[in-house]
């Protein structure tokens, strides 16, 4: 299932990105003796404003719920972290050369993710190794295919795509009835020599608060995508999205306890984050180089004649004009 997310979202990215790839240039030609000043009277000339293939770049900051995919399962709840920014690059492009819908994102994150347990009812409250909460700091590069939907001054967005990290930083909090917790792992992760030489036992708890077992894993990657809606005032845009972030690198490698009964703890986040976002090109109208090339017509129009007939008489002869 995860290796087809995959090549679904590694299609969709691709799919996108060729959607910035320019057009064709066409030649349209209009003949004005065939429209007569009846039929033109009757003509209503309704404004159409075309998408150019544009990009931005901008920033964004939002708070996470978080919860964590336990096997075996552990009551939790949603550990609420108000840290989570980056920079994002957004590339627009028509696909296929006429469907202005689709771009690209690409960026960089710093955020938290952790777990959260709770009491059952009967009062127990699960821990993981003696930590009933705990919080990791990660950075991200995520790479996103981007679809959008412009109407008026309002942006509809969609996007999803896969990400690669690397967690930073952990903080453990323990329950007073685990302070003292001390365990065992399987053969391939144990010290050198036991930490709790009393009992014999691998690891101390207290000793890891601040620390990252040599059993958990530091490098993350999953799939990210989400929602949203944009407000634009050329070349300035306001978005608002509703993200969420699937990682499928466990917080600890599945053997750590048994080398029969696997353990696995999936973070996944919701995120609503906030953004501000330049348009580094024009997003409608002519631009730079439309002016330019105009420009350069009407200075050397024998120049562009020559080059139109030349590419007429190649479609002609290759036949893809017709």
């Not at 033109?40 to 990009?55: A, C, E, G, Q, R």
Request: glycine fraction near 8%; charged fraction near 20%.
């Amino acid at each position: 299932m995860k290796r087809l997310c995959i090549l679904l979202a590694g299609l969709f990215v691709w799919l996108s990105s060729s959607a910035a790839r320019p057009p064709r240039d066409t030649l349209s030609l209009v003949f004005s003796d065939s429209l007569t000043n009846e039929y033109l009277d009757t003509v209503n000339l309704n404004k159409k404003i075309l998408i150019n293939d544009y990009s931005m770049i901008g920033a964004q900051y939002g708070v996470s719920f978080n919860r964590t995919l336990f096997n075996p399962t552990k009551n939790e709840t949603f550990l609420f972290q108000p840290v989570n920014f980056g920079v994002l690059y957004t590339r627009y492009g028509k696909m296929f050369g006429y469907m202005p819908y689709f771009g690209f994102q690409v960026g960089a994150f710093f955020g938290r993710d952790g777990y959260n347990t709770k009491a059952n009812r009967e009062g127990v409250r699960p821990h993981v190794d003696g930590a009933d909460v705990a919080v990791i700091d990660y950075l991200e590069f995520p790479a996103m295919a981007h679809m959008h939907v412009d109407i008026g001054r309002f942006k509809l967005m969609a996007n999803l795509g896969i990400y690669g990290g690397y967690r930073l930083k952990i903080h453990r909090t323990l329950a007073e009835d685990w302070v003292n917790y001390t365990f065992n792992v399987t053969e391939e992760y144990k010290p050198a020599e036991p930490e709790d030489k009393r009992w014999g036992k691998d690891f101390a708890i207290k000793d890891y608060t601040d620390k990252f077992y040599p059993f958990e894993n530091r490098f993350d990657y999953g799939v990210k995508g989400g929602a949203g809606v944009a407000l634009m005032f050329d070349p300035v845009e306001f978005h608002l999205t509703l993200g969420v972030r699937w990682g499928w690198s466990s917080f600890y490698q599945q053997n750590y306890y048994s080398p029969y009964y696997y353990r696995f703890a999936y973070p996944l986040d919701f995120i609503v984050s906030f953004g501000v976002h330049f348009q580094l090109t024009k997003r409608t109208g002519k631009t730079s180089a439309q002016l330019r090339r105009e420009a350069r017509q009407l200075v050397y129009p024998e120049e562009y004649q020559d080059n139109t007939t030349v590419n007429m008489q190649y479609e002609n002869n290759t036949g893809k004009g017709r």
